[in-house]
């Protein structure tokens, strides 16, 4: 909306970037590329950024929402609209599919927590702003937007923003102001359509359903018992209902392929009820997915026979799709990408609440094992890493068949795409050759690490194309796993030289990779020396700990050793949540009820005289994330008890 724009990147900035009217200000991670020496991920980061920040031109700076209770309206549109210009830009990245690993999958993990909030919260002290910074505001605002963009039709929808961008331009405005727009968008249209009544359980109260699926015998048809209830990933119950538009894919396997029946059948109404009988129109040798390409903000229970089905026609499909894009998938009757991992995603997480079984989880994991689309292969790979976290502390004999499950799905990916980029290689398959080297390095592939081991060598004696900038920080990692001071010193000191700031921060957070605990030492002191890392920059050190389950003990001891300190130097509102995000990141790691209850008491049950002469509890400032981070590691708990011998005899007899 306006006539000039500048960007500019800011050395020392708390946040990733600020949407100011007509300059927006970004830390330079966020801005500055370089397309010799940066990684395929920061320029796709970079874009989105960029366009997330622009977008707030208008969602936040033209109509500004009305009180923070309404946050949503500038970060959840921003998020959503910031997508919707990056897929219009660099359409080969598929970014849709890339949504649903950054927002919809980190949405659905915060919202299903009893300590999540409504995306519409109401704010009555300035502390509780900051706090409300955090993927319910952004993600899944972003994720509700998307199912009702797809539920009214996205011109539909963009013909109501349009209304409501005008009229409350330079001016304030609710979520209930938005909602009548696009109903007033929707009269015109084939489905008029009461917005509000639609979408307001979505944004008002937290959580979102899991439909549950039964089948019945029909002569004609699938006809379905469909029920909702709200998932929460500890397994607790709680009986909720929501207006869920259901979609279903339909296609039919035959000998020769698949046939596609039907892209997505829409049923004429929505689940707006906590149960329902729905048919749908099934030939026979047919199959179906609810919730058609993951548009719904829910998960999806189908009976083990429908998943082990589902599983079973992605695998016998691998040799047909090679090449075709989403819409081709459709048109020739395959899954798509996004189903594909849609179908992942539900069956763990359904294991992780005690809906499902971990081990059914892992046989559809199996289903997938010869999968070479990058988004999909990237959330295998985030479901291994939170089975190998979980089970850390297991016999060695159970964590090294783990291993074996990933090494099965990425090692002959890797063996076969080498280490080496070609020059004019596009962004996505980069992208998938970092991924597939990267697992089965962190597997135990020794293969990949001798390969890491020999060009970090080149590499530091000075031969900079041994290690393409999209790998370094996977080689680093590496390496220092098994490395000594030497190597972790090479680290430091590639950190303290480097110019370009995505190859900075992939060297901070490779130095905690480290498993001799004096090197994890070192690498805390390092992250929280504001004359070494900026204090802007002590999250990615700290995401680093969260990735080596050799540090979380380490580094909470460390916490707590050094709090008065970091509390002092993280205390004003607007930065401690950040910090609150850092603790949360590792200590979410732990997996015993016992070491919840120890970060419980030192955050919440001892009151502390701080600088002001005033006591309170060290939480004080960062409840919510740390309420969260318990609750996780409490459901970590009981997620292990419950699968561990079914876990244990399953890997046995596939992997002995």
């Known amino acids: 909306p306006l006539p000039k724009m500048d960007l500019l990147a800011v050395p020392d900035f708390s946040a990733g970037a600020m949407e100011n009217w007509g300059l927006v200000t970004y830390r330079t991670v966020a801005l500055l590329y370089d397309e010799a020496a940066s990684s395929a991920r920061a320029k796709q980061l970079i874009a989105y950024i960029v366009a997330h920040e622009l977008a707030h031109q208008w969602f936040g700076n033209l109509v500004t929402m009305h009180w923070w209770t309404h946050l949503w309206l500038n970060e959840g549109f921003a998020t959503w609209v910031g997508w919707l210009a990056v897929d219009h830009i660099f359409p080969e990245w598929d970014v849709w599919t890339r949504f649903m690993s950054d927002d919809y999958a980190s949405a659905l993990d915060l919202d299903s927590l009893k300590s999540s909030h409504a995306i519409e919260i109401p704010v009555q002290n300035p502390s509780e702003i900051s706090q409300i910074f955090d993927a319910i505001s952004y993600s899944k605002g972003a994720s509700v937007i998307r199912m009702l963009a797809q539920f009214l039709g996205e011109e539909t929808f963009l013909e109501g923003v349009r209304i409501y961008l005008k009229k409350y331009k330079f001016a304030n405005a609710l979520s209930k102001d938005l909602w009548e727009c696009l109903s007033e968008a929707t009269k015109s249209t084939a489905k008029p359509t009461d917005v509000g009544k639609f979408i307001g359980n979505w944004t008002r109260t937290m959580g979102y359903p ?69 048919t749908i129109d099934l030939p026979s040798s047919g199959f179906y997915k609810l919730n058609y390409e993951e548009s719904g903000f829910f998960r999806v229970q189908y009976p083990d026979n429908v998943l082990e089905k589902l599983g079973s026609i992605i695998a016998n499909s691998y040799d047909q799709i090679q090449g075709l894009t989403g819409h081709q998938l459709v048109q020739k009757g395959f899954l798509t990408a996004r189903d594909r991992i849609g179908l992942v995603n539900d069956a763990f ?81 980069a992208l998938e050759r970092t991924l597939v ?219 002995p």
């Open 349 to 429: 997480a359904l294991a992780v609440a005690g809906l499902g079984s971990t081990v059914t989880a892992l046989r559809l994991l199996s289903s997938l094992a010869q999968e070479t689309t990058f988004l999909v292969l990237k959330e295998i790979a985030a479901n291994l890493k939170l089975l190998q976290s979980v089970w850390y502390h297991e016999p060695a004999e159970v964590r090294e068949r783990l291993f074996k499950v990933t090494r099965g799905v990425f090692s002959k990916k890797a063996e076969d795409q080498g280490w080496d980029f070609p020059r004019d290689e596009d962004e996505m398959k």
């Open 210 to 278: 899991v439909v549950t699926v039964k089948e019945r015998d029909s002569p004609k048809g699938a006809k379905l018992d469909i029920s909702q209830t709200r998932y929460l990933s500890n397994g607790d119950k709680e009986d909720r209902s929501w207006q869920v538009p259901l979609r279903f894919y339909v296609g039919k396997h035959t000998e020769k392929g698949h046939e596609p029946v039907e892209a997505a059948q829409e049923l004429p109404r929505t689940l707006d009820a906590p149960s329902a009988q729905v």
């Open 437 to 655: 080297v990267s697992m089965a390095g962190d597997a135990g592939d020794r293969k990949v690490i001798d390969e890491a081991k020999k060009r970090f060598q080149r590499f530091v004696g000075g031969d900079a194309s041994a290690l393409h900038p999209n790998i370094r920080g996977n080689a680093y990692r590496m390496v220092l796993r098994e490395g000594s001071s030497a190597e972790f010193q090479a680290i430091l000191s590639i950190y303290k030289s480097a110019t370009e700031a995505d190859q900075k921060n992939a060297a901070l957070a490779a130095l905690a990779a480290a498993s001799d605990p004096e090197l994890i030492k070192r690498a805390f002191q390092i992250a929280i020396d504001p004359e070494q890392v900026r204090p802007q920059d002590i999250i990615t050190g700290f995401r680093g700990f969260a990735m080596n389950p050799v540090a979380t003990r380490i580094v909470w001891g460390l916490i707590k050793e050094h709090w008065t300190v970091l509390s002092a130097r993280y205390n004003l509102p607007a930065i401690s949540f950040f910090f609150g995000r850092c603790v949360s990141a590792v200590v979410q790691q732990f997996t015993s009820n016992e070491a919840a209850d120890e970060i419980e008491a030192f955050f919440f049950k001892e009151e502390v005289k701080g600088e002001d002469g005033k006591t309170s509890v060290r939480g004080k400032k960062i409840e919510m994330p740390i309420r969260q981070a318990l609750e996780k590691i409490r459901t970590r708990a009981r997620w292990l008890k419950r699968s561990r011998d079914g876990v244990e005899t399953y890997l046995k007899e596939t992997y």
